[in-house]
């Protein structure tokens, strides 16, 4: 079992940055890949961006390609989510999700595990 904890959400200007943090409580087979998702009101969930522990490996969706960058810190066994030139279609409720090795990146059926998520608000 893997437990995962988001923070880092808030309320920012159009324009502005926010970085998301992501806990897991340990490393196993079925947390190989750690990733981004998002939920905006109204919409199904979404792939932002995803990283393999090992070799780092990254993979990004078009819509948050070169503003988005993902990274994980391996001793802390934390994920994060740099998030620059942020649009108000950024707003949603971010989750972190973990999948196994050999996982779909983009597909949200892959992973098995899911933090809580966390709200983010980009204001015009």
């Known amino acids: 079992q893997v437990q995962l904890v988001e923070s880092g959400g808030g309320v920012v200007q159009a324009g502005g940055s926010l970085r998301l943090s992501c806990a897991a409580s340990?490393?196993?087979?079925?947390?190989?890949?750690m990733g981004w998702f998002r939920q905006a009101p109204g919409k199904e969930r979404e792939f932002v961006a995803a990283?393999?522990?090992?070799?780092?490996?990254?993979y990004y969706a078009d819509s948050v390609k070169g503003r988005f960058t993902i990274s994980g810190h391996n001793a802390k066994n934390t994920v994060y989510l740099q998030m620059n030139s942020l649009k108000p279609e950024d707003t949603a409720v971010y989750y972190c999700?973990?999948?196994?090795?050999?996982?779909?990146?983009?597909?949200?059926?892959?992973?098995?595990?899911w933090g809580q998520g966390t709200q983010v608000t980009v204001s015009s």
């Open positions: 990283i393999k522990w090992s070799g780092g490996s990254t």
């Open positions: 999700a973990a999948a196994p090795y050999g996982s779909s990146w983009p597909s949200a059926e892959s992973y098995h595990y």
């Open positions: 340990a490393r196993t087979f079925s947390s190989a890949i």
